[in-house]
T-cell receptor
């Protein structure tokens, strides 16, 4: 149980284009999903928290107009990196929490983004 | 500032030994604590959760929690080379935050 998938697992795009990453909870309903970014040999950095049907809450320093998050259903959240630049190249990982009463988070396998 | 502190390592142990990983946290109100394992290039995997003071055992893993000292640890018995990974300590912040705060992780290397 508690399986989270992400698609794509890796993507290469040109500078200035947009990339959408999907995160799905496969066997549970996720009231809350989280998006993280991790640079090589660095720790996880929380970018934003999204609750189904409401606007995402972004961490300080994360540009909400650049990283668009949509949590349209209890099993799907998407992260769109708009006008990507080489410095956006990173490992993007989503995680999901089953309900407000639970605190465990389960991570997806991650998406490696390379912007050329 | 809510913080979770871990020794970055690397912690090097011989195969078959006990690996001891430690974590301290700053928020006295935290009630839920987790250990994640992250292999290089992969995403974190939840391996242990603990909510009450004392020990919790699951196979070769034992999590220990001391809320008075704000201290969480993970023991790995009979360490195997496949245990070599970065171990992340996470603390759940309630009270309006409703999110996990992660330590930077301890890199464990188990050598044959």
């Amino acid at each position: 149980g508690a399986v989270v998938s992400q698609h794509p697992s890796w993507v290469i795009c040109k500078s200035g284009t947009s990339v959408k990453i999907e995160c799905r909870s496969l066997d549970f309903q996720a009231t809350t999903m989280f998006w993280y970014r991790q640079f090589p040999k660095q720790s996880l950095m929380l970018m934003a928290t999204s609750n189904e049907g409401s606007k995402a809450t972004y961490e300080q320093g994360v540009e909400k107009d650049k990283f668009l998050i949509n949590h349209a259903s209890l099993t799907l959240s998407t992260l769109t990196v708009t006008s990507a630049h080489p410095e956006d190249s990173s490992f993007y990982i989503c995680s999901a929490r089953e309900s407000q009463g639970r605190s465990e988070q389960y991570f997806g396998p991650g998406t490696r983004l390379t912007v050329t | 500032q809510k913080e979770v502190e871990q020794n970055s390592g690397p912690l090097s142990v011989p195969e078959g030994a006990i690996a001891s990983l430690n974590c301290t946290y700053s928020d006295r109100g935290s009630q839920s604590f987790f250990w994640y394992r992250q292999y290089s290039g992969k995403s974190p995997e939840l391996i242990m959760s603990i909510y009450s003071n004392g020990d919790k055992e699951d196979g070769r893993f034992t999590a220990q929690l001391n809320k008075a000292s704000q201290y969480v640890s993970l023991l790995i018995r009979d360490s195997q080379p496949s245990d070599s990974a970065t171990y992340l300590c996470a603390v759940y912040l309630s009270g309006g935050y409703n999110k996990l705060i992660f330590g930077a992780g301890t890199r464990l290397a188990v050598h044959p």
